[in-house]
Every structure is written in structure tokens, then in C-alpha cells.
């Protein structure tokens, strides 16, 4: 029996083969621009050696899930890099209700469109990343310290 929307073996095994390919290289991808954006600072860099040598310590050399948790520092790194530089381009999604869709400023103040449901929206992941009304006009700059504290930004 073929999968719903084939048309023979050739394509749905093409098709699982790009789903396996492109599960594998868009974090290969994130994660180098991660480790370059870390190599192009060495305050980030030292900051992070800092942490991962305070955490070893911590768990005398034992890596387990409480040692990642610890590792805020690092997890904020990884975190800013996704922002600046995600490895995803576009999000497609359906609404299942009708709603307002936030398309300039932030909180109460935005300015919004109607959406209803059903309709399809794309979504530019880089223009959302880089949004000056969310981010702050440094919105640009490798800075880990926006994922921290008080200058968390969760939307």
C-alpha cells in the first residue's frame, strides 16, 4: 500500500531520504554559524570556558543532565546564534482560529491584522530574528547576555 499523495516507491523513499538530510544538516549548519559568531569573540569565548571549567569543577568531570542545565552561559550562546543565524529560512502555518497577527511593535502598542482560519501564513524567520521593535537597534550584534535575566526576549 503507497503513502497518501505518491505516486510510486522512487518518490516517497526521495522524499524520507531529504526529511533524514535536512533533519541532519540544518543543526550542523546552526551549530557551525554558532561557532563561528564564538570564534569571532573572544569575550564570548572566555566567558564560556569560564562556565564549562566552574561546571566540571562542580560535578568533578561528570557530564550528566543537571551539568547542562548549568550551563546557562553556553545555552544563551547557542541560543543568540539560532537568532542571528537559523538554520531554517521560513514557517509555514495554518491558523485554526481566527486571530490578530502581530505585524509591527511589540505588546499592547503592536500593530495587527486579522487573520482567519484556515488561511495559510508564512512566516520570515530571519526578519522576525532581526526586528529592530523586538530586539533593540543592536538587533545585529552577537550579544548572548539578551537571553539572561531580566533581558530575556520570549516574545
Request: aromatic share 6%.
Amino acid at each position: 500500500m503507497m503513502a497518501q499523495g505518491f505516486n510510486d516507491t522512487n518518490e516517497l523513499v526521495a522524499t524520507a531520504a531529504n526529511f533524514v538530510v535536512a533533519a541532519a544538516e540544518s543543526p550542523a549548519s546552526g551549530m557551525a554559524h554558532a561557532l563561528a559568531l564564538v570564534c569571532e569573540s573572544k569575550d564570548v569565548m572566555a566567558k564560556m570556558k569560564e562556565e564549562v571549567e566552574m561546571v566540571m569543577e562542580k560535578y568533578n568531570g561528570e557530564m550528566n543532565k543537571d551539568f547542562c542545565k548549568d550551563m546557562v552561559y553556553t545555552s544563551a550562546v547557542i541560543d543568540e546564534a539560532f537568532r542571528i543565524k537559523a538554520p531554517a529560512t521560513m514557517v509555514s502555518r495554518e491558523a485554526i482560529e481566527d486571530c490578530d497577527l502581530p505585524i509591527k511593535g511589540t505588546g499592547k502598542n503592536a500593530e495587527t491584522i486579522k487573520v482567519k482560519a484556515g488561511t495559510k501564513v508564512n512566516l520570515c524567520i530571519h526578519a522576525v530574528h532581526l526586528n529592530k521593535d523586538v530586539w533593540g537597534d543592536d538587533c545585529e550584534e552577537f550579544k548572548p547576555e539578551r537571553w539572561l535575566g531580566e533581558n530575556t526576549k520570549t516574545g
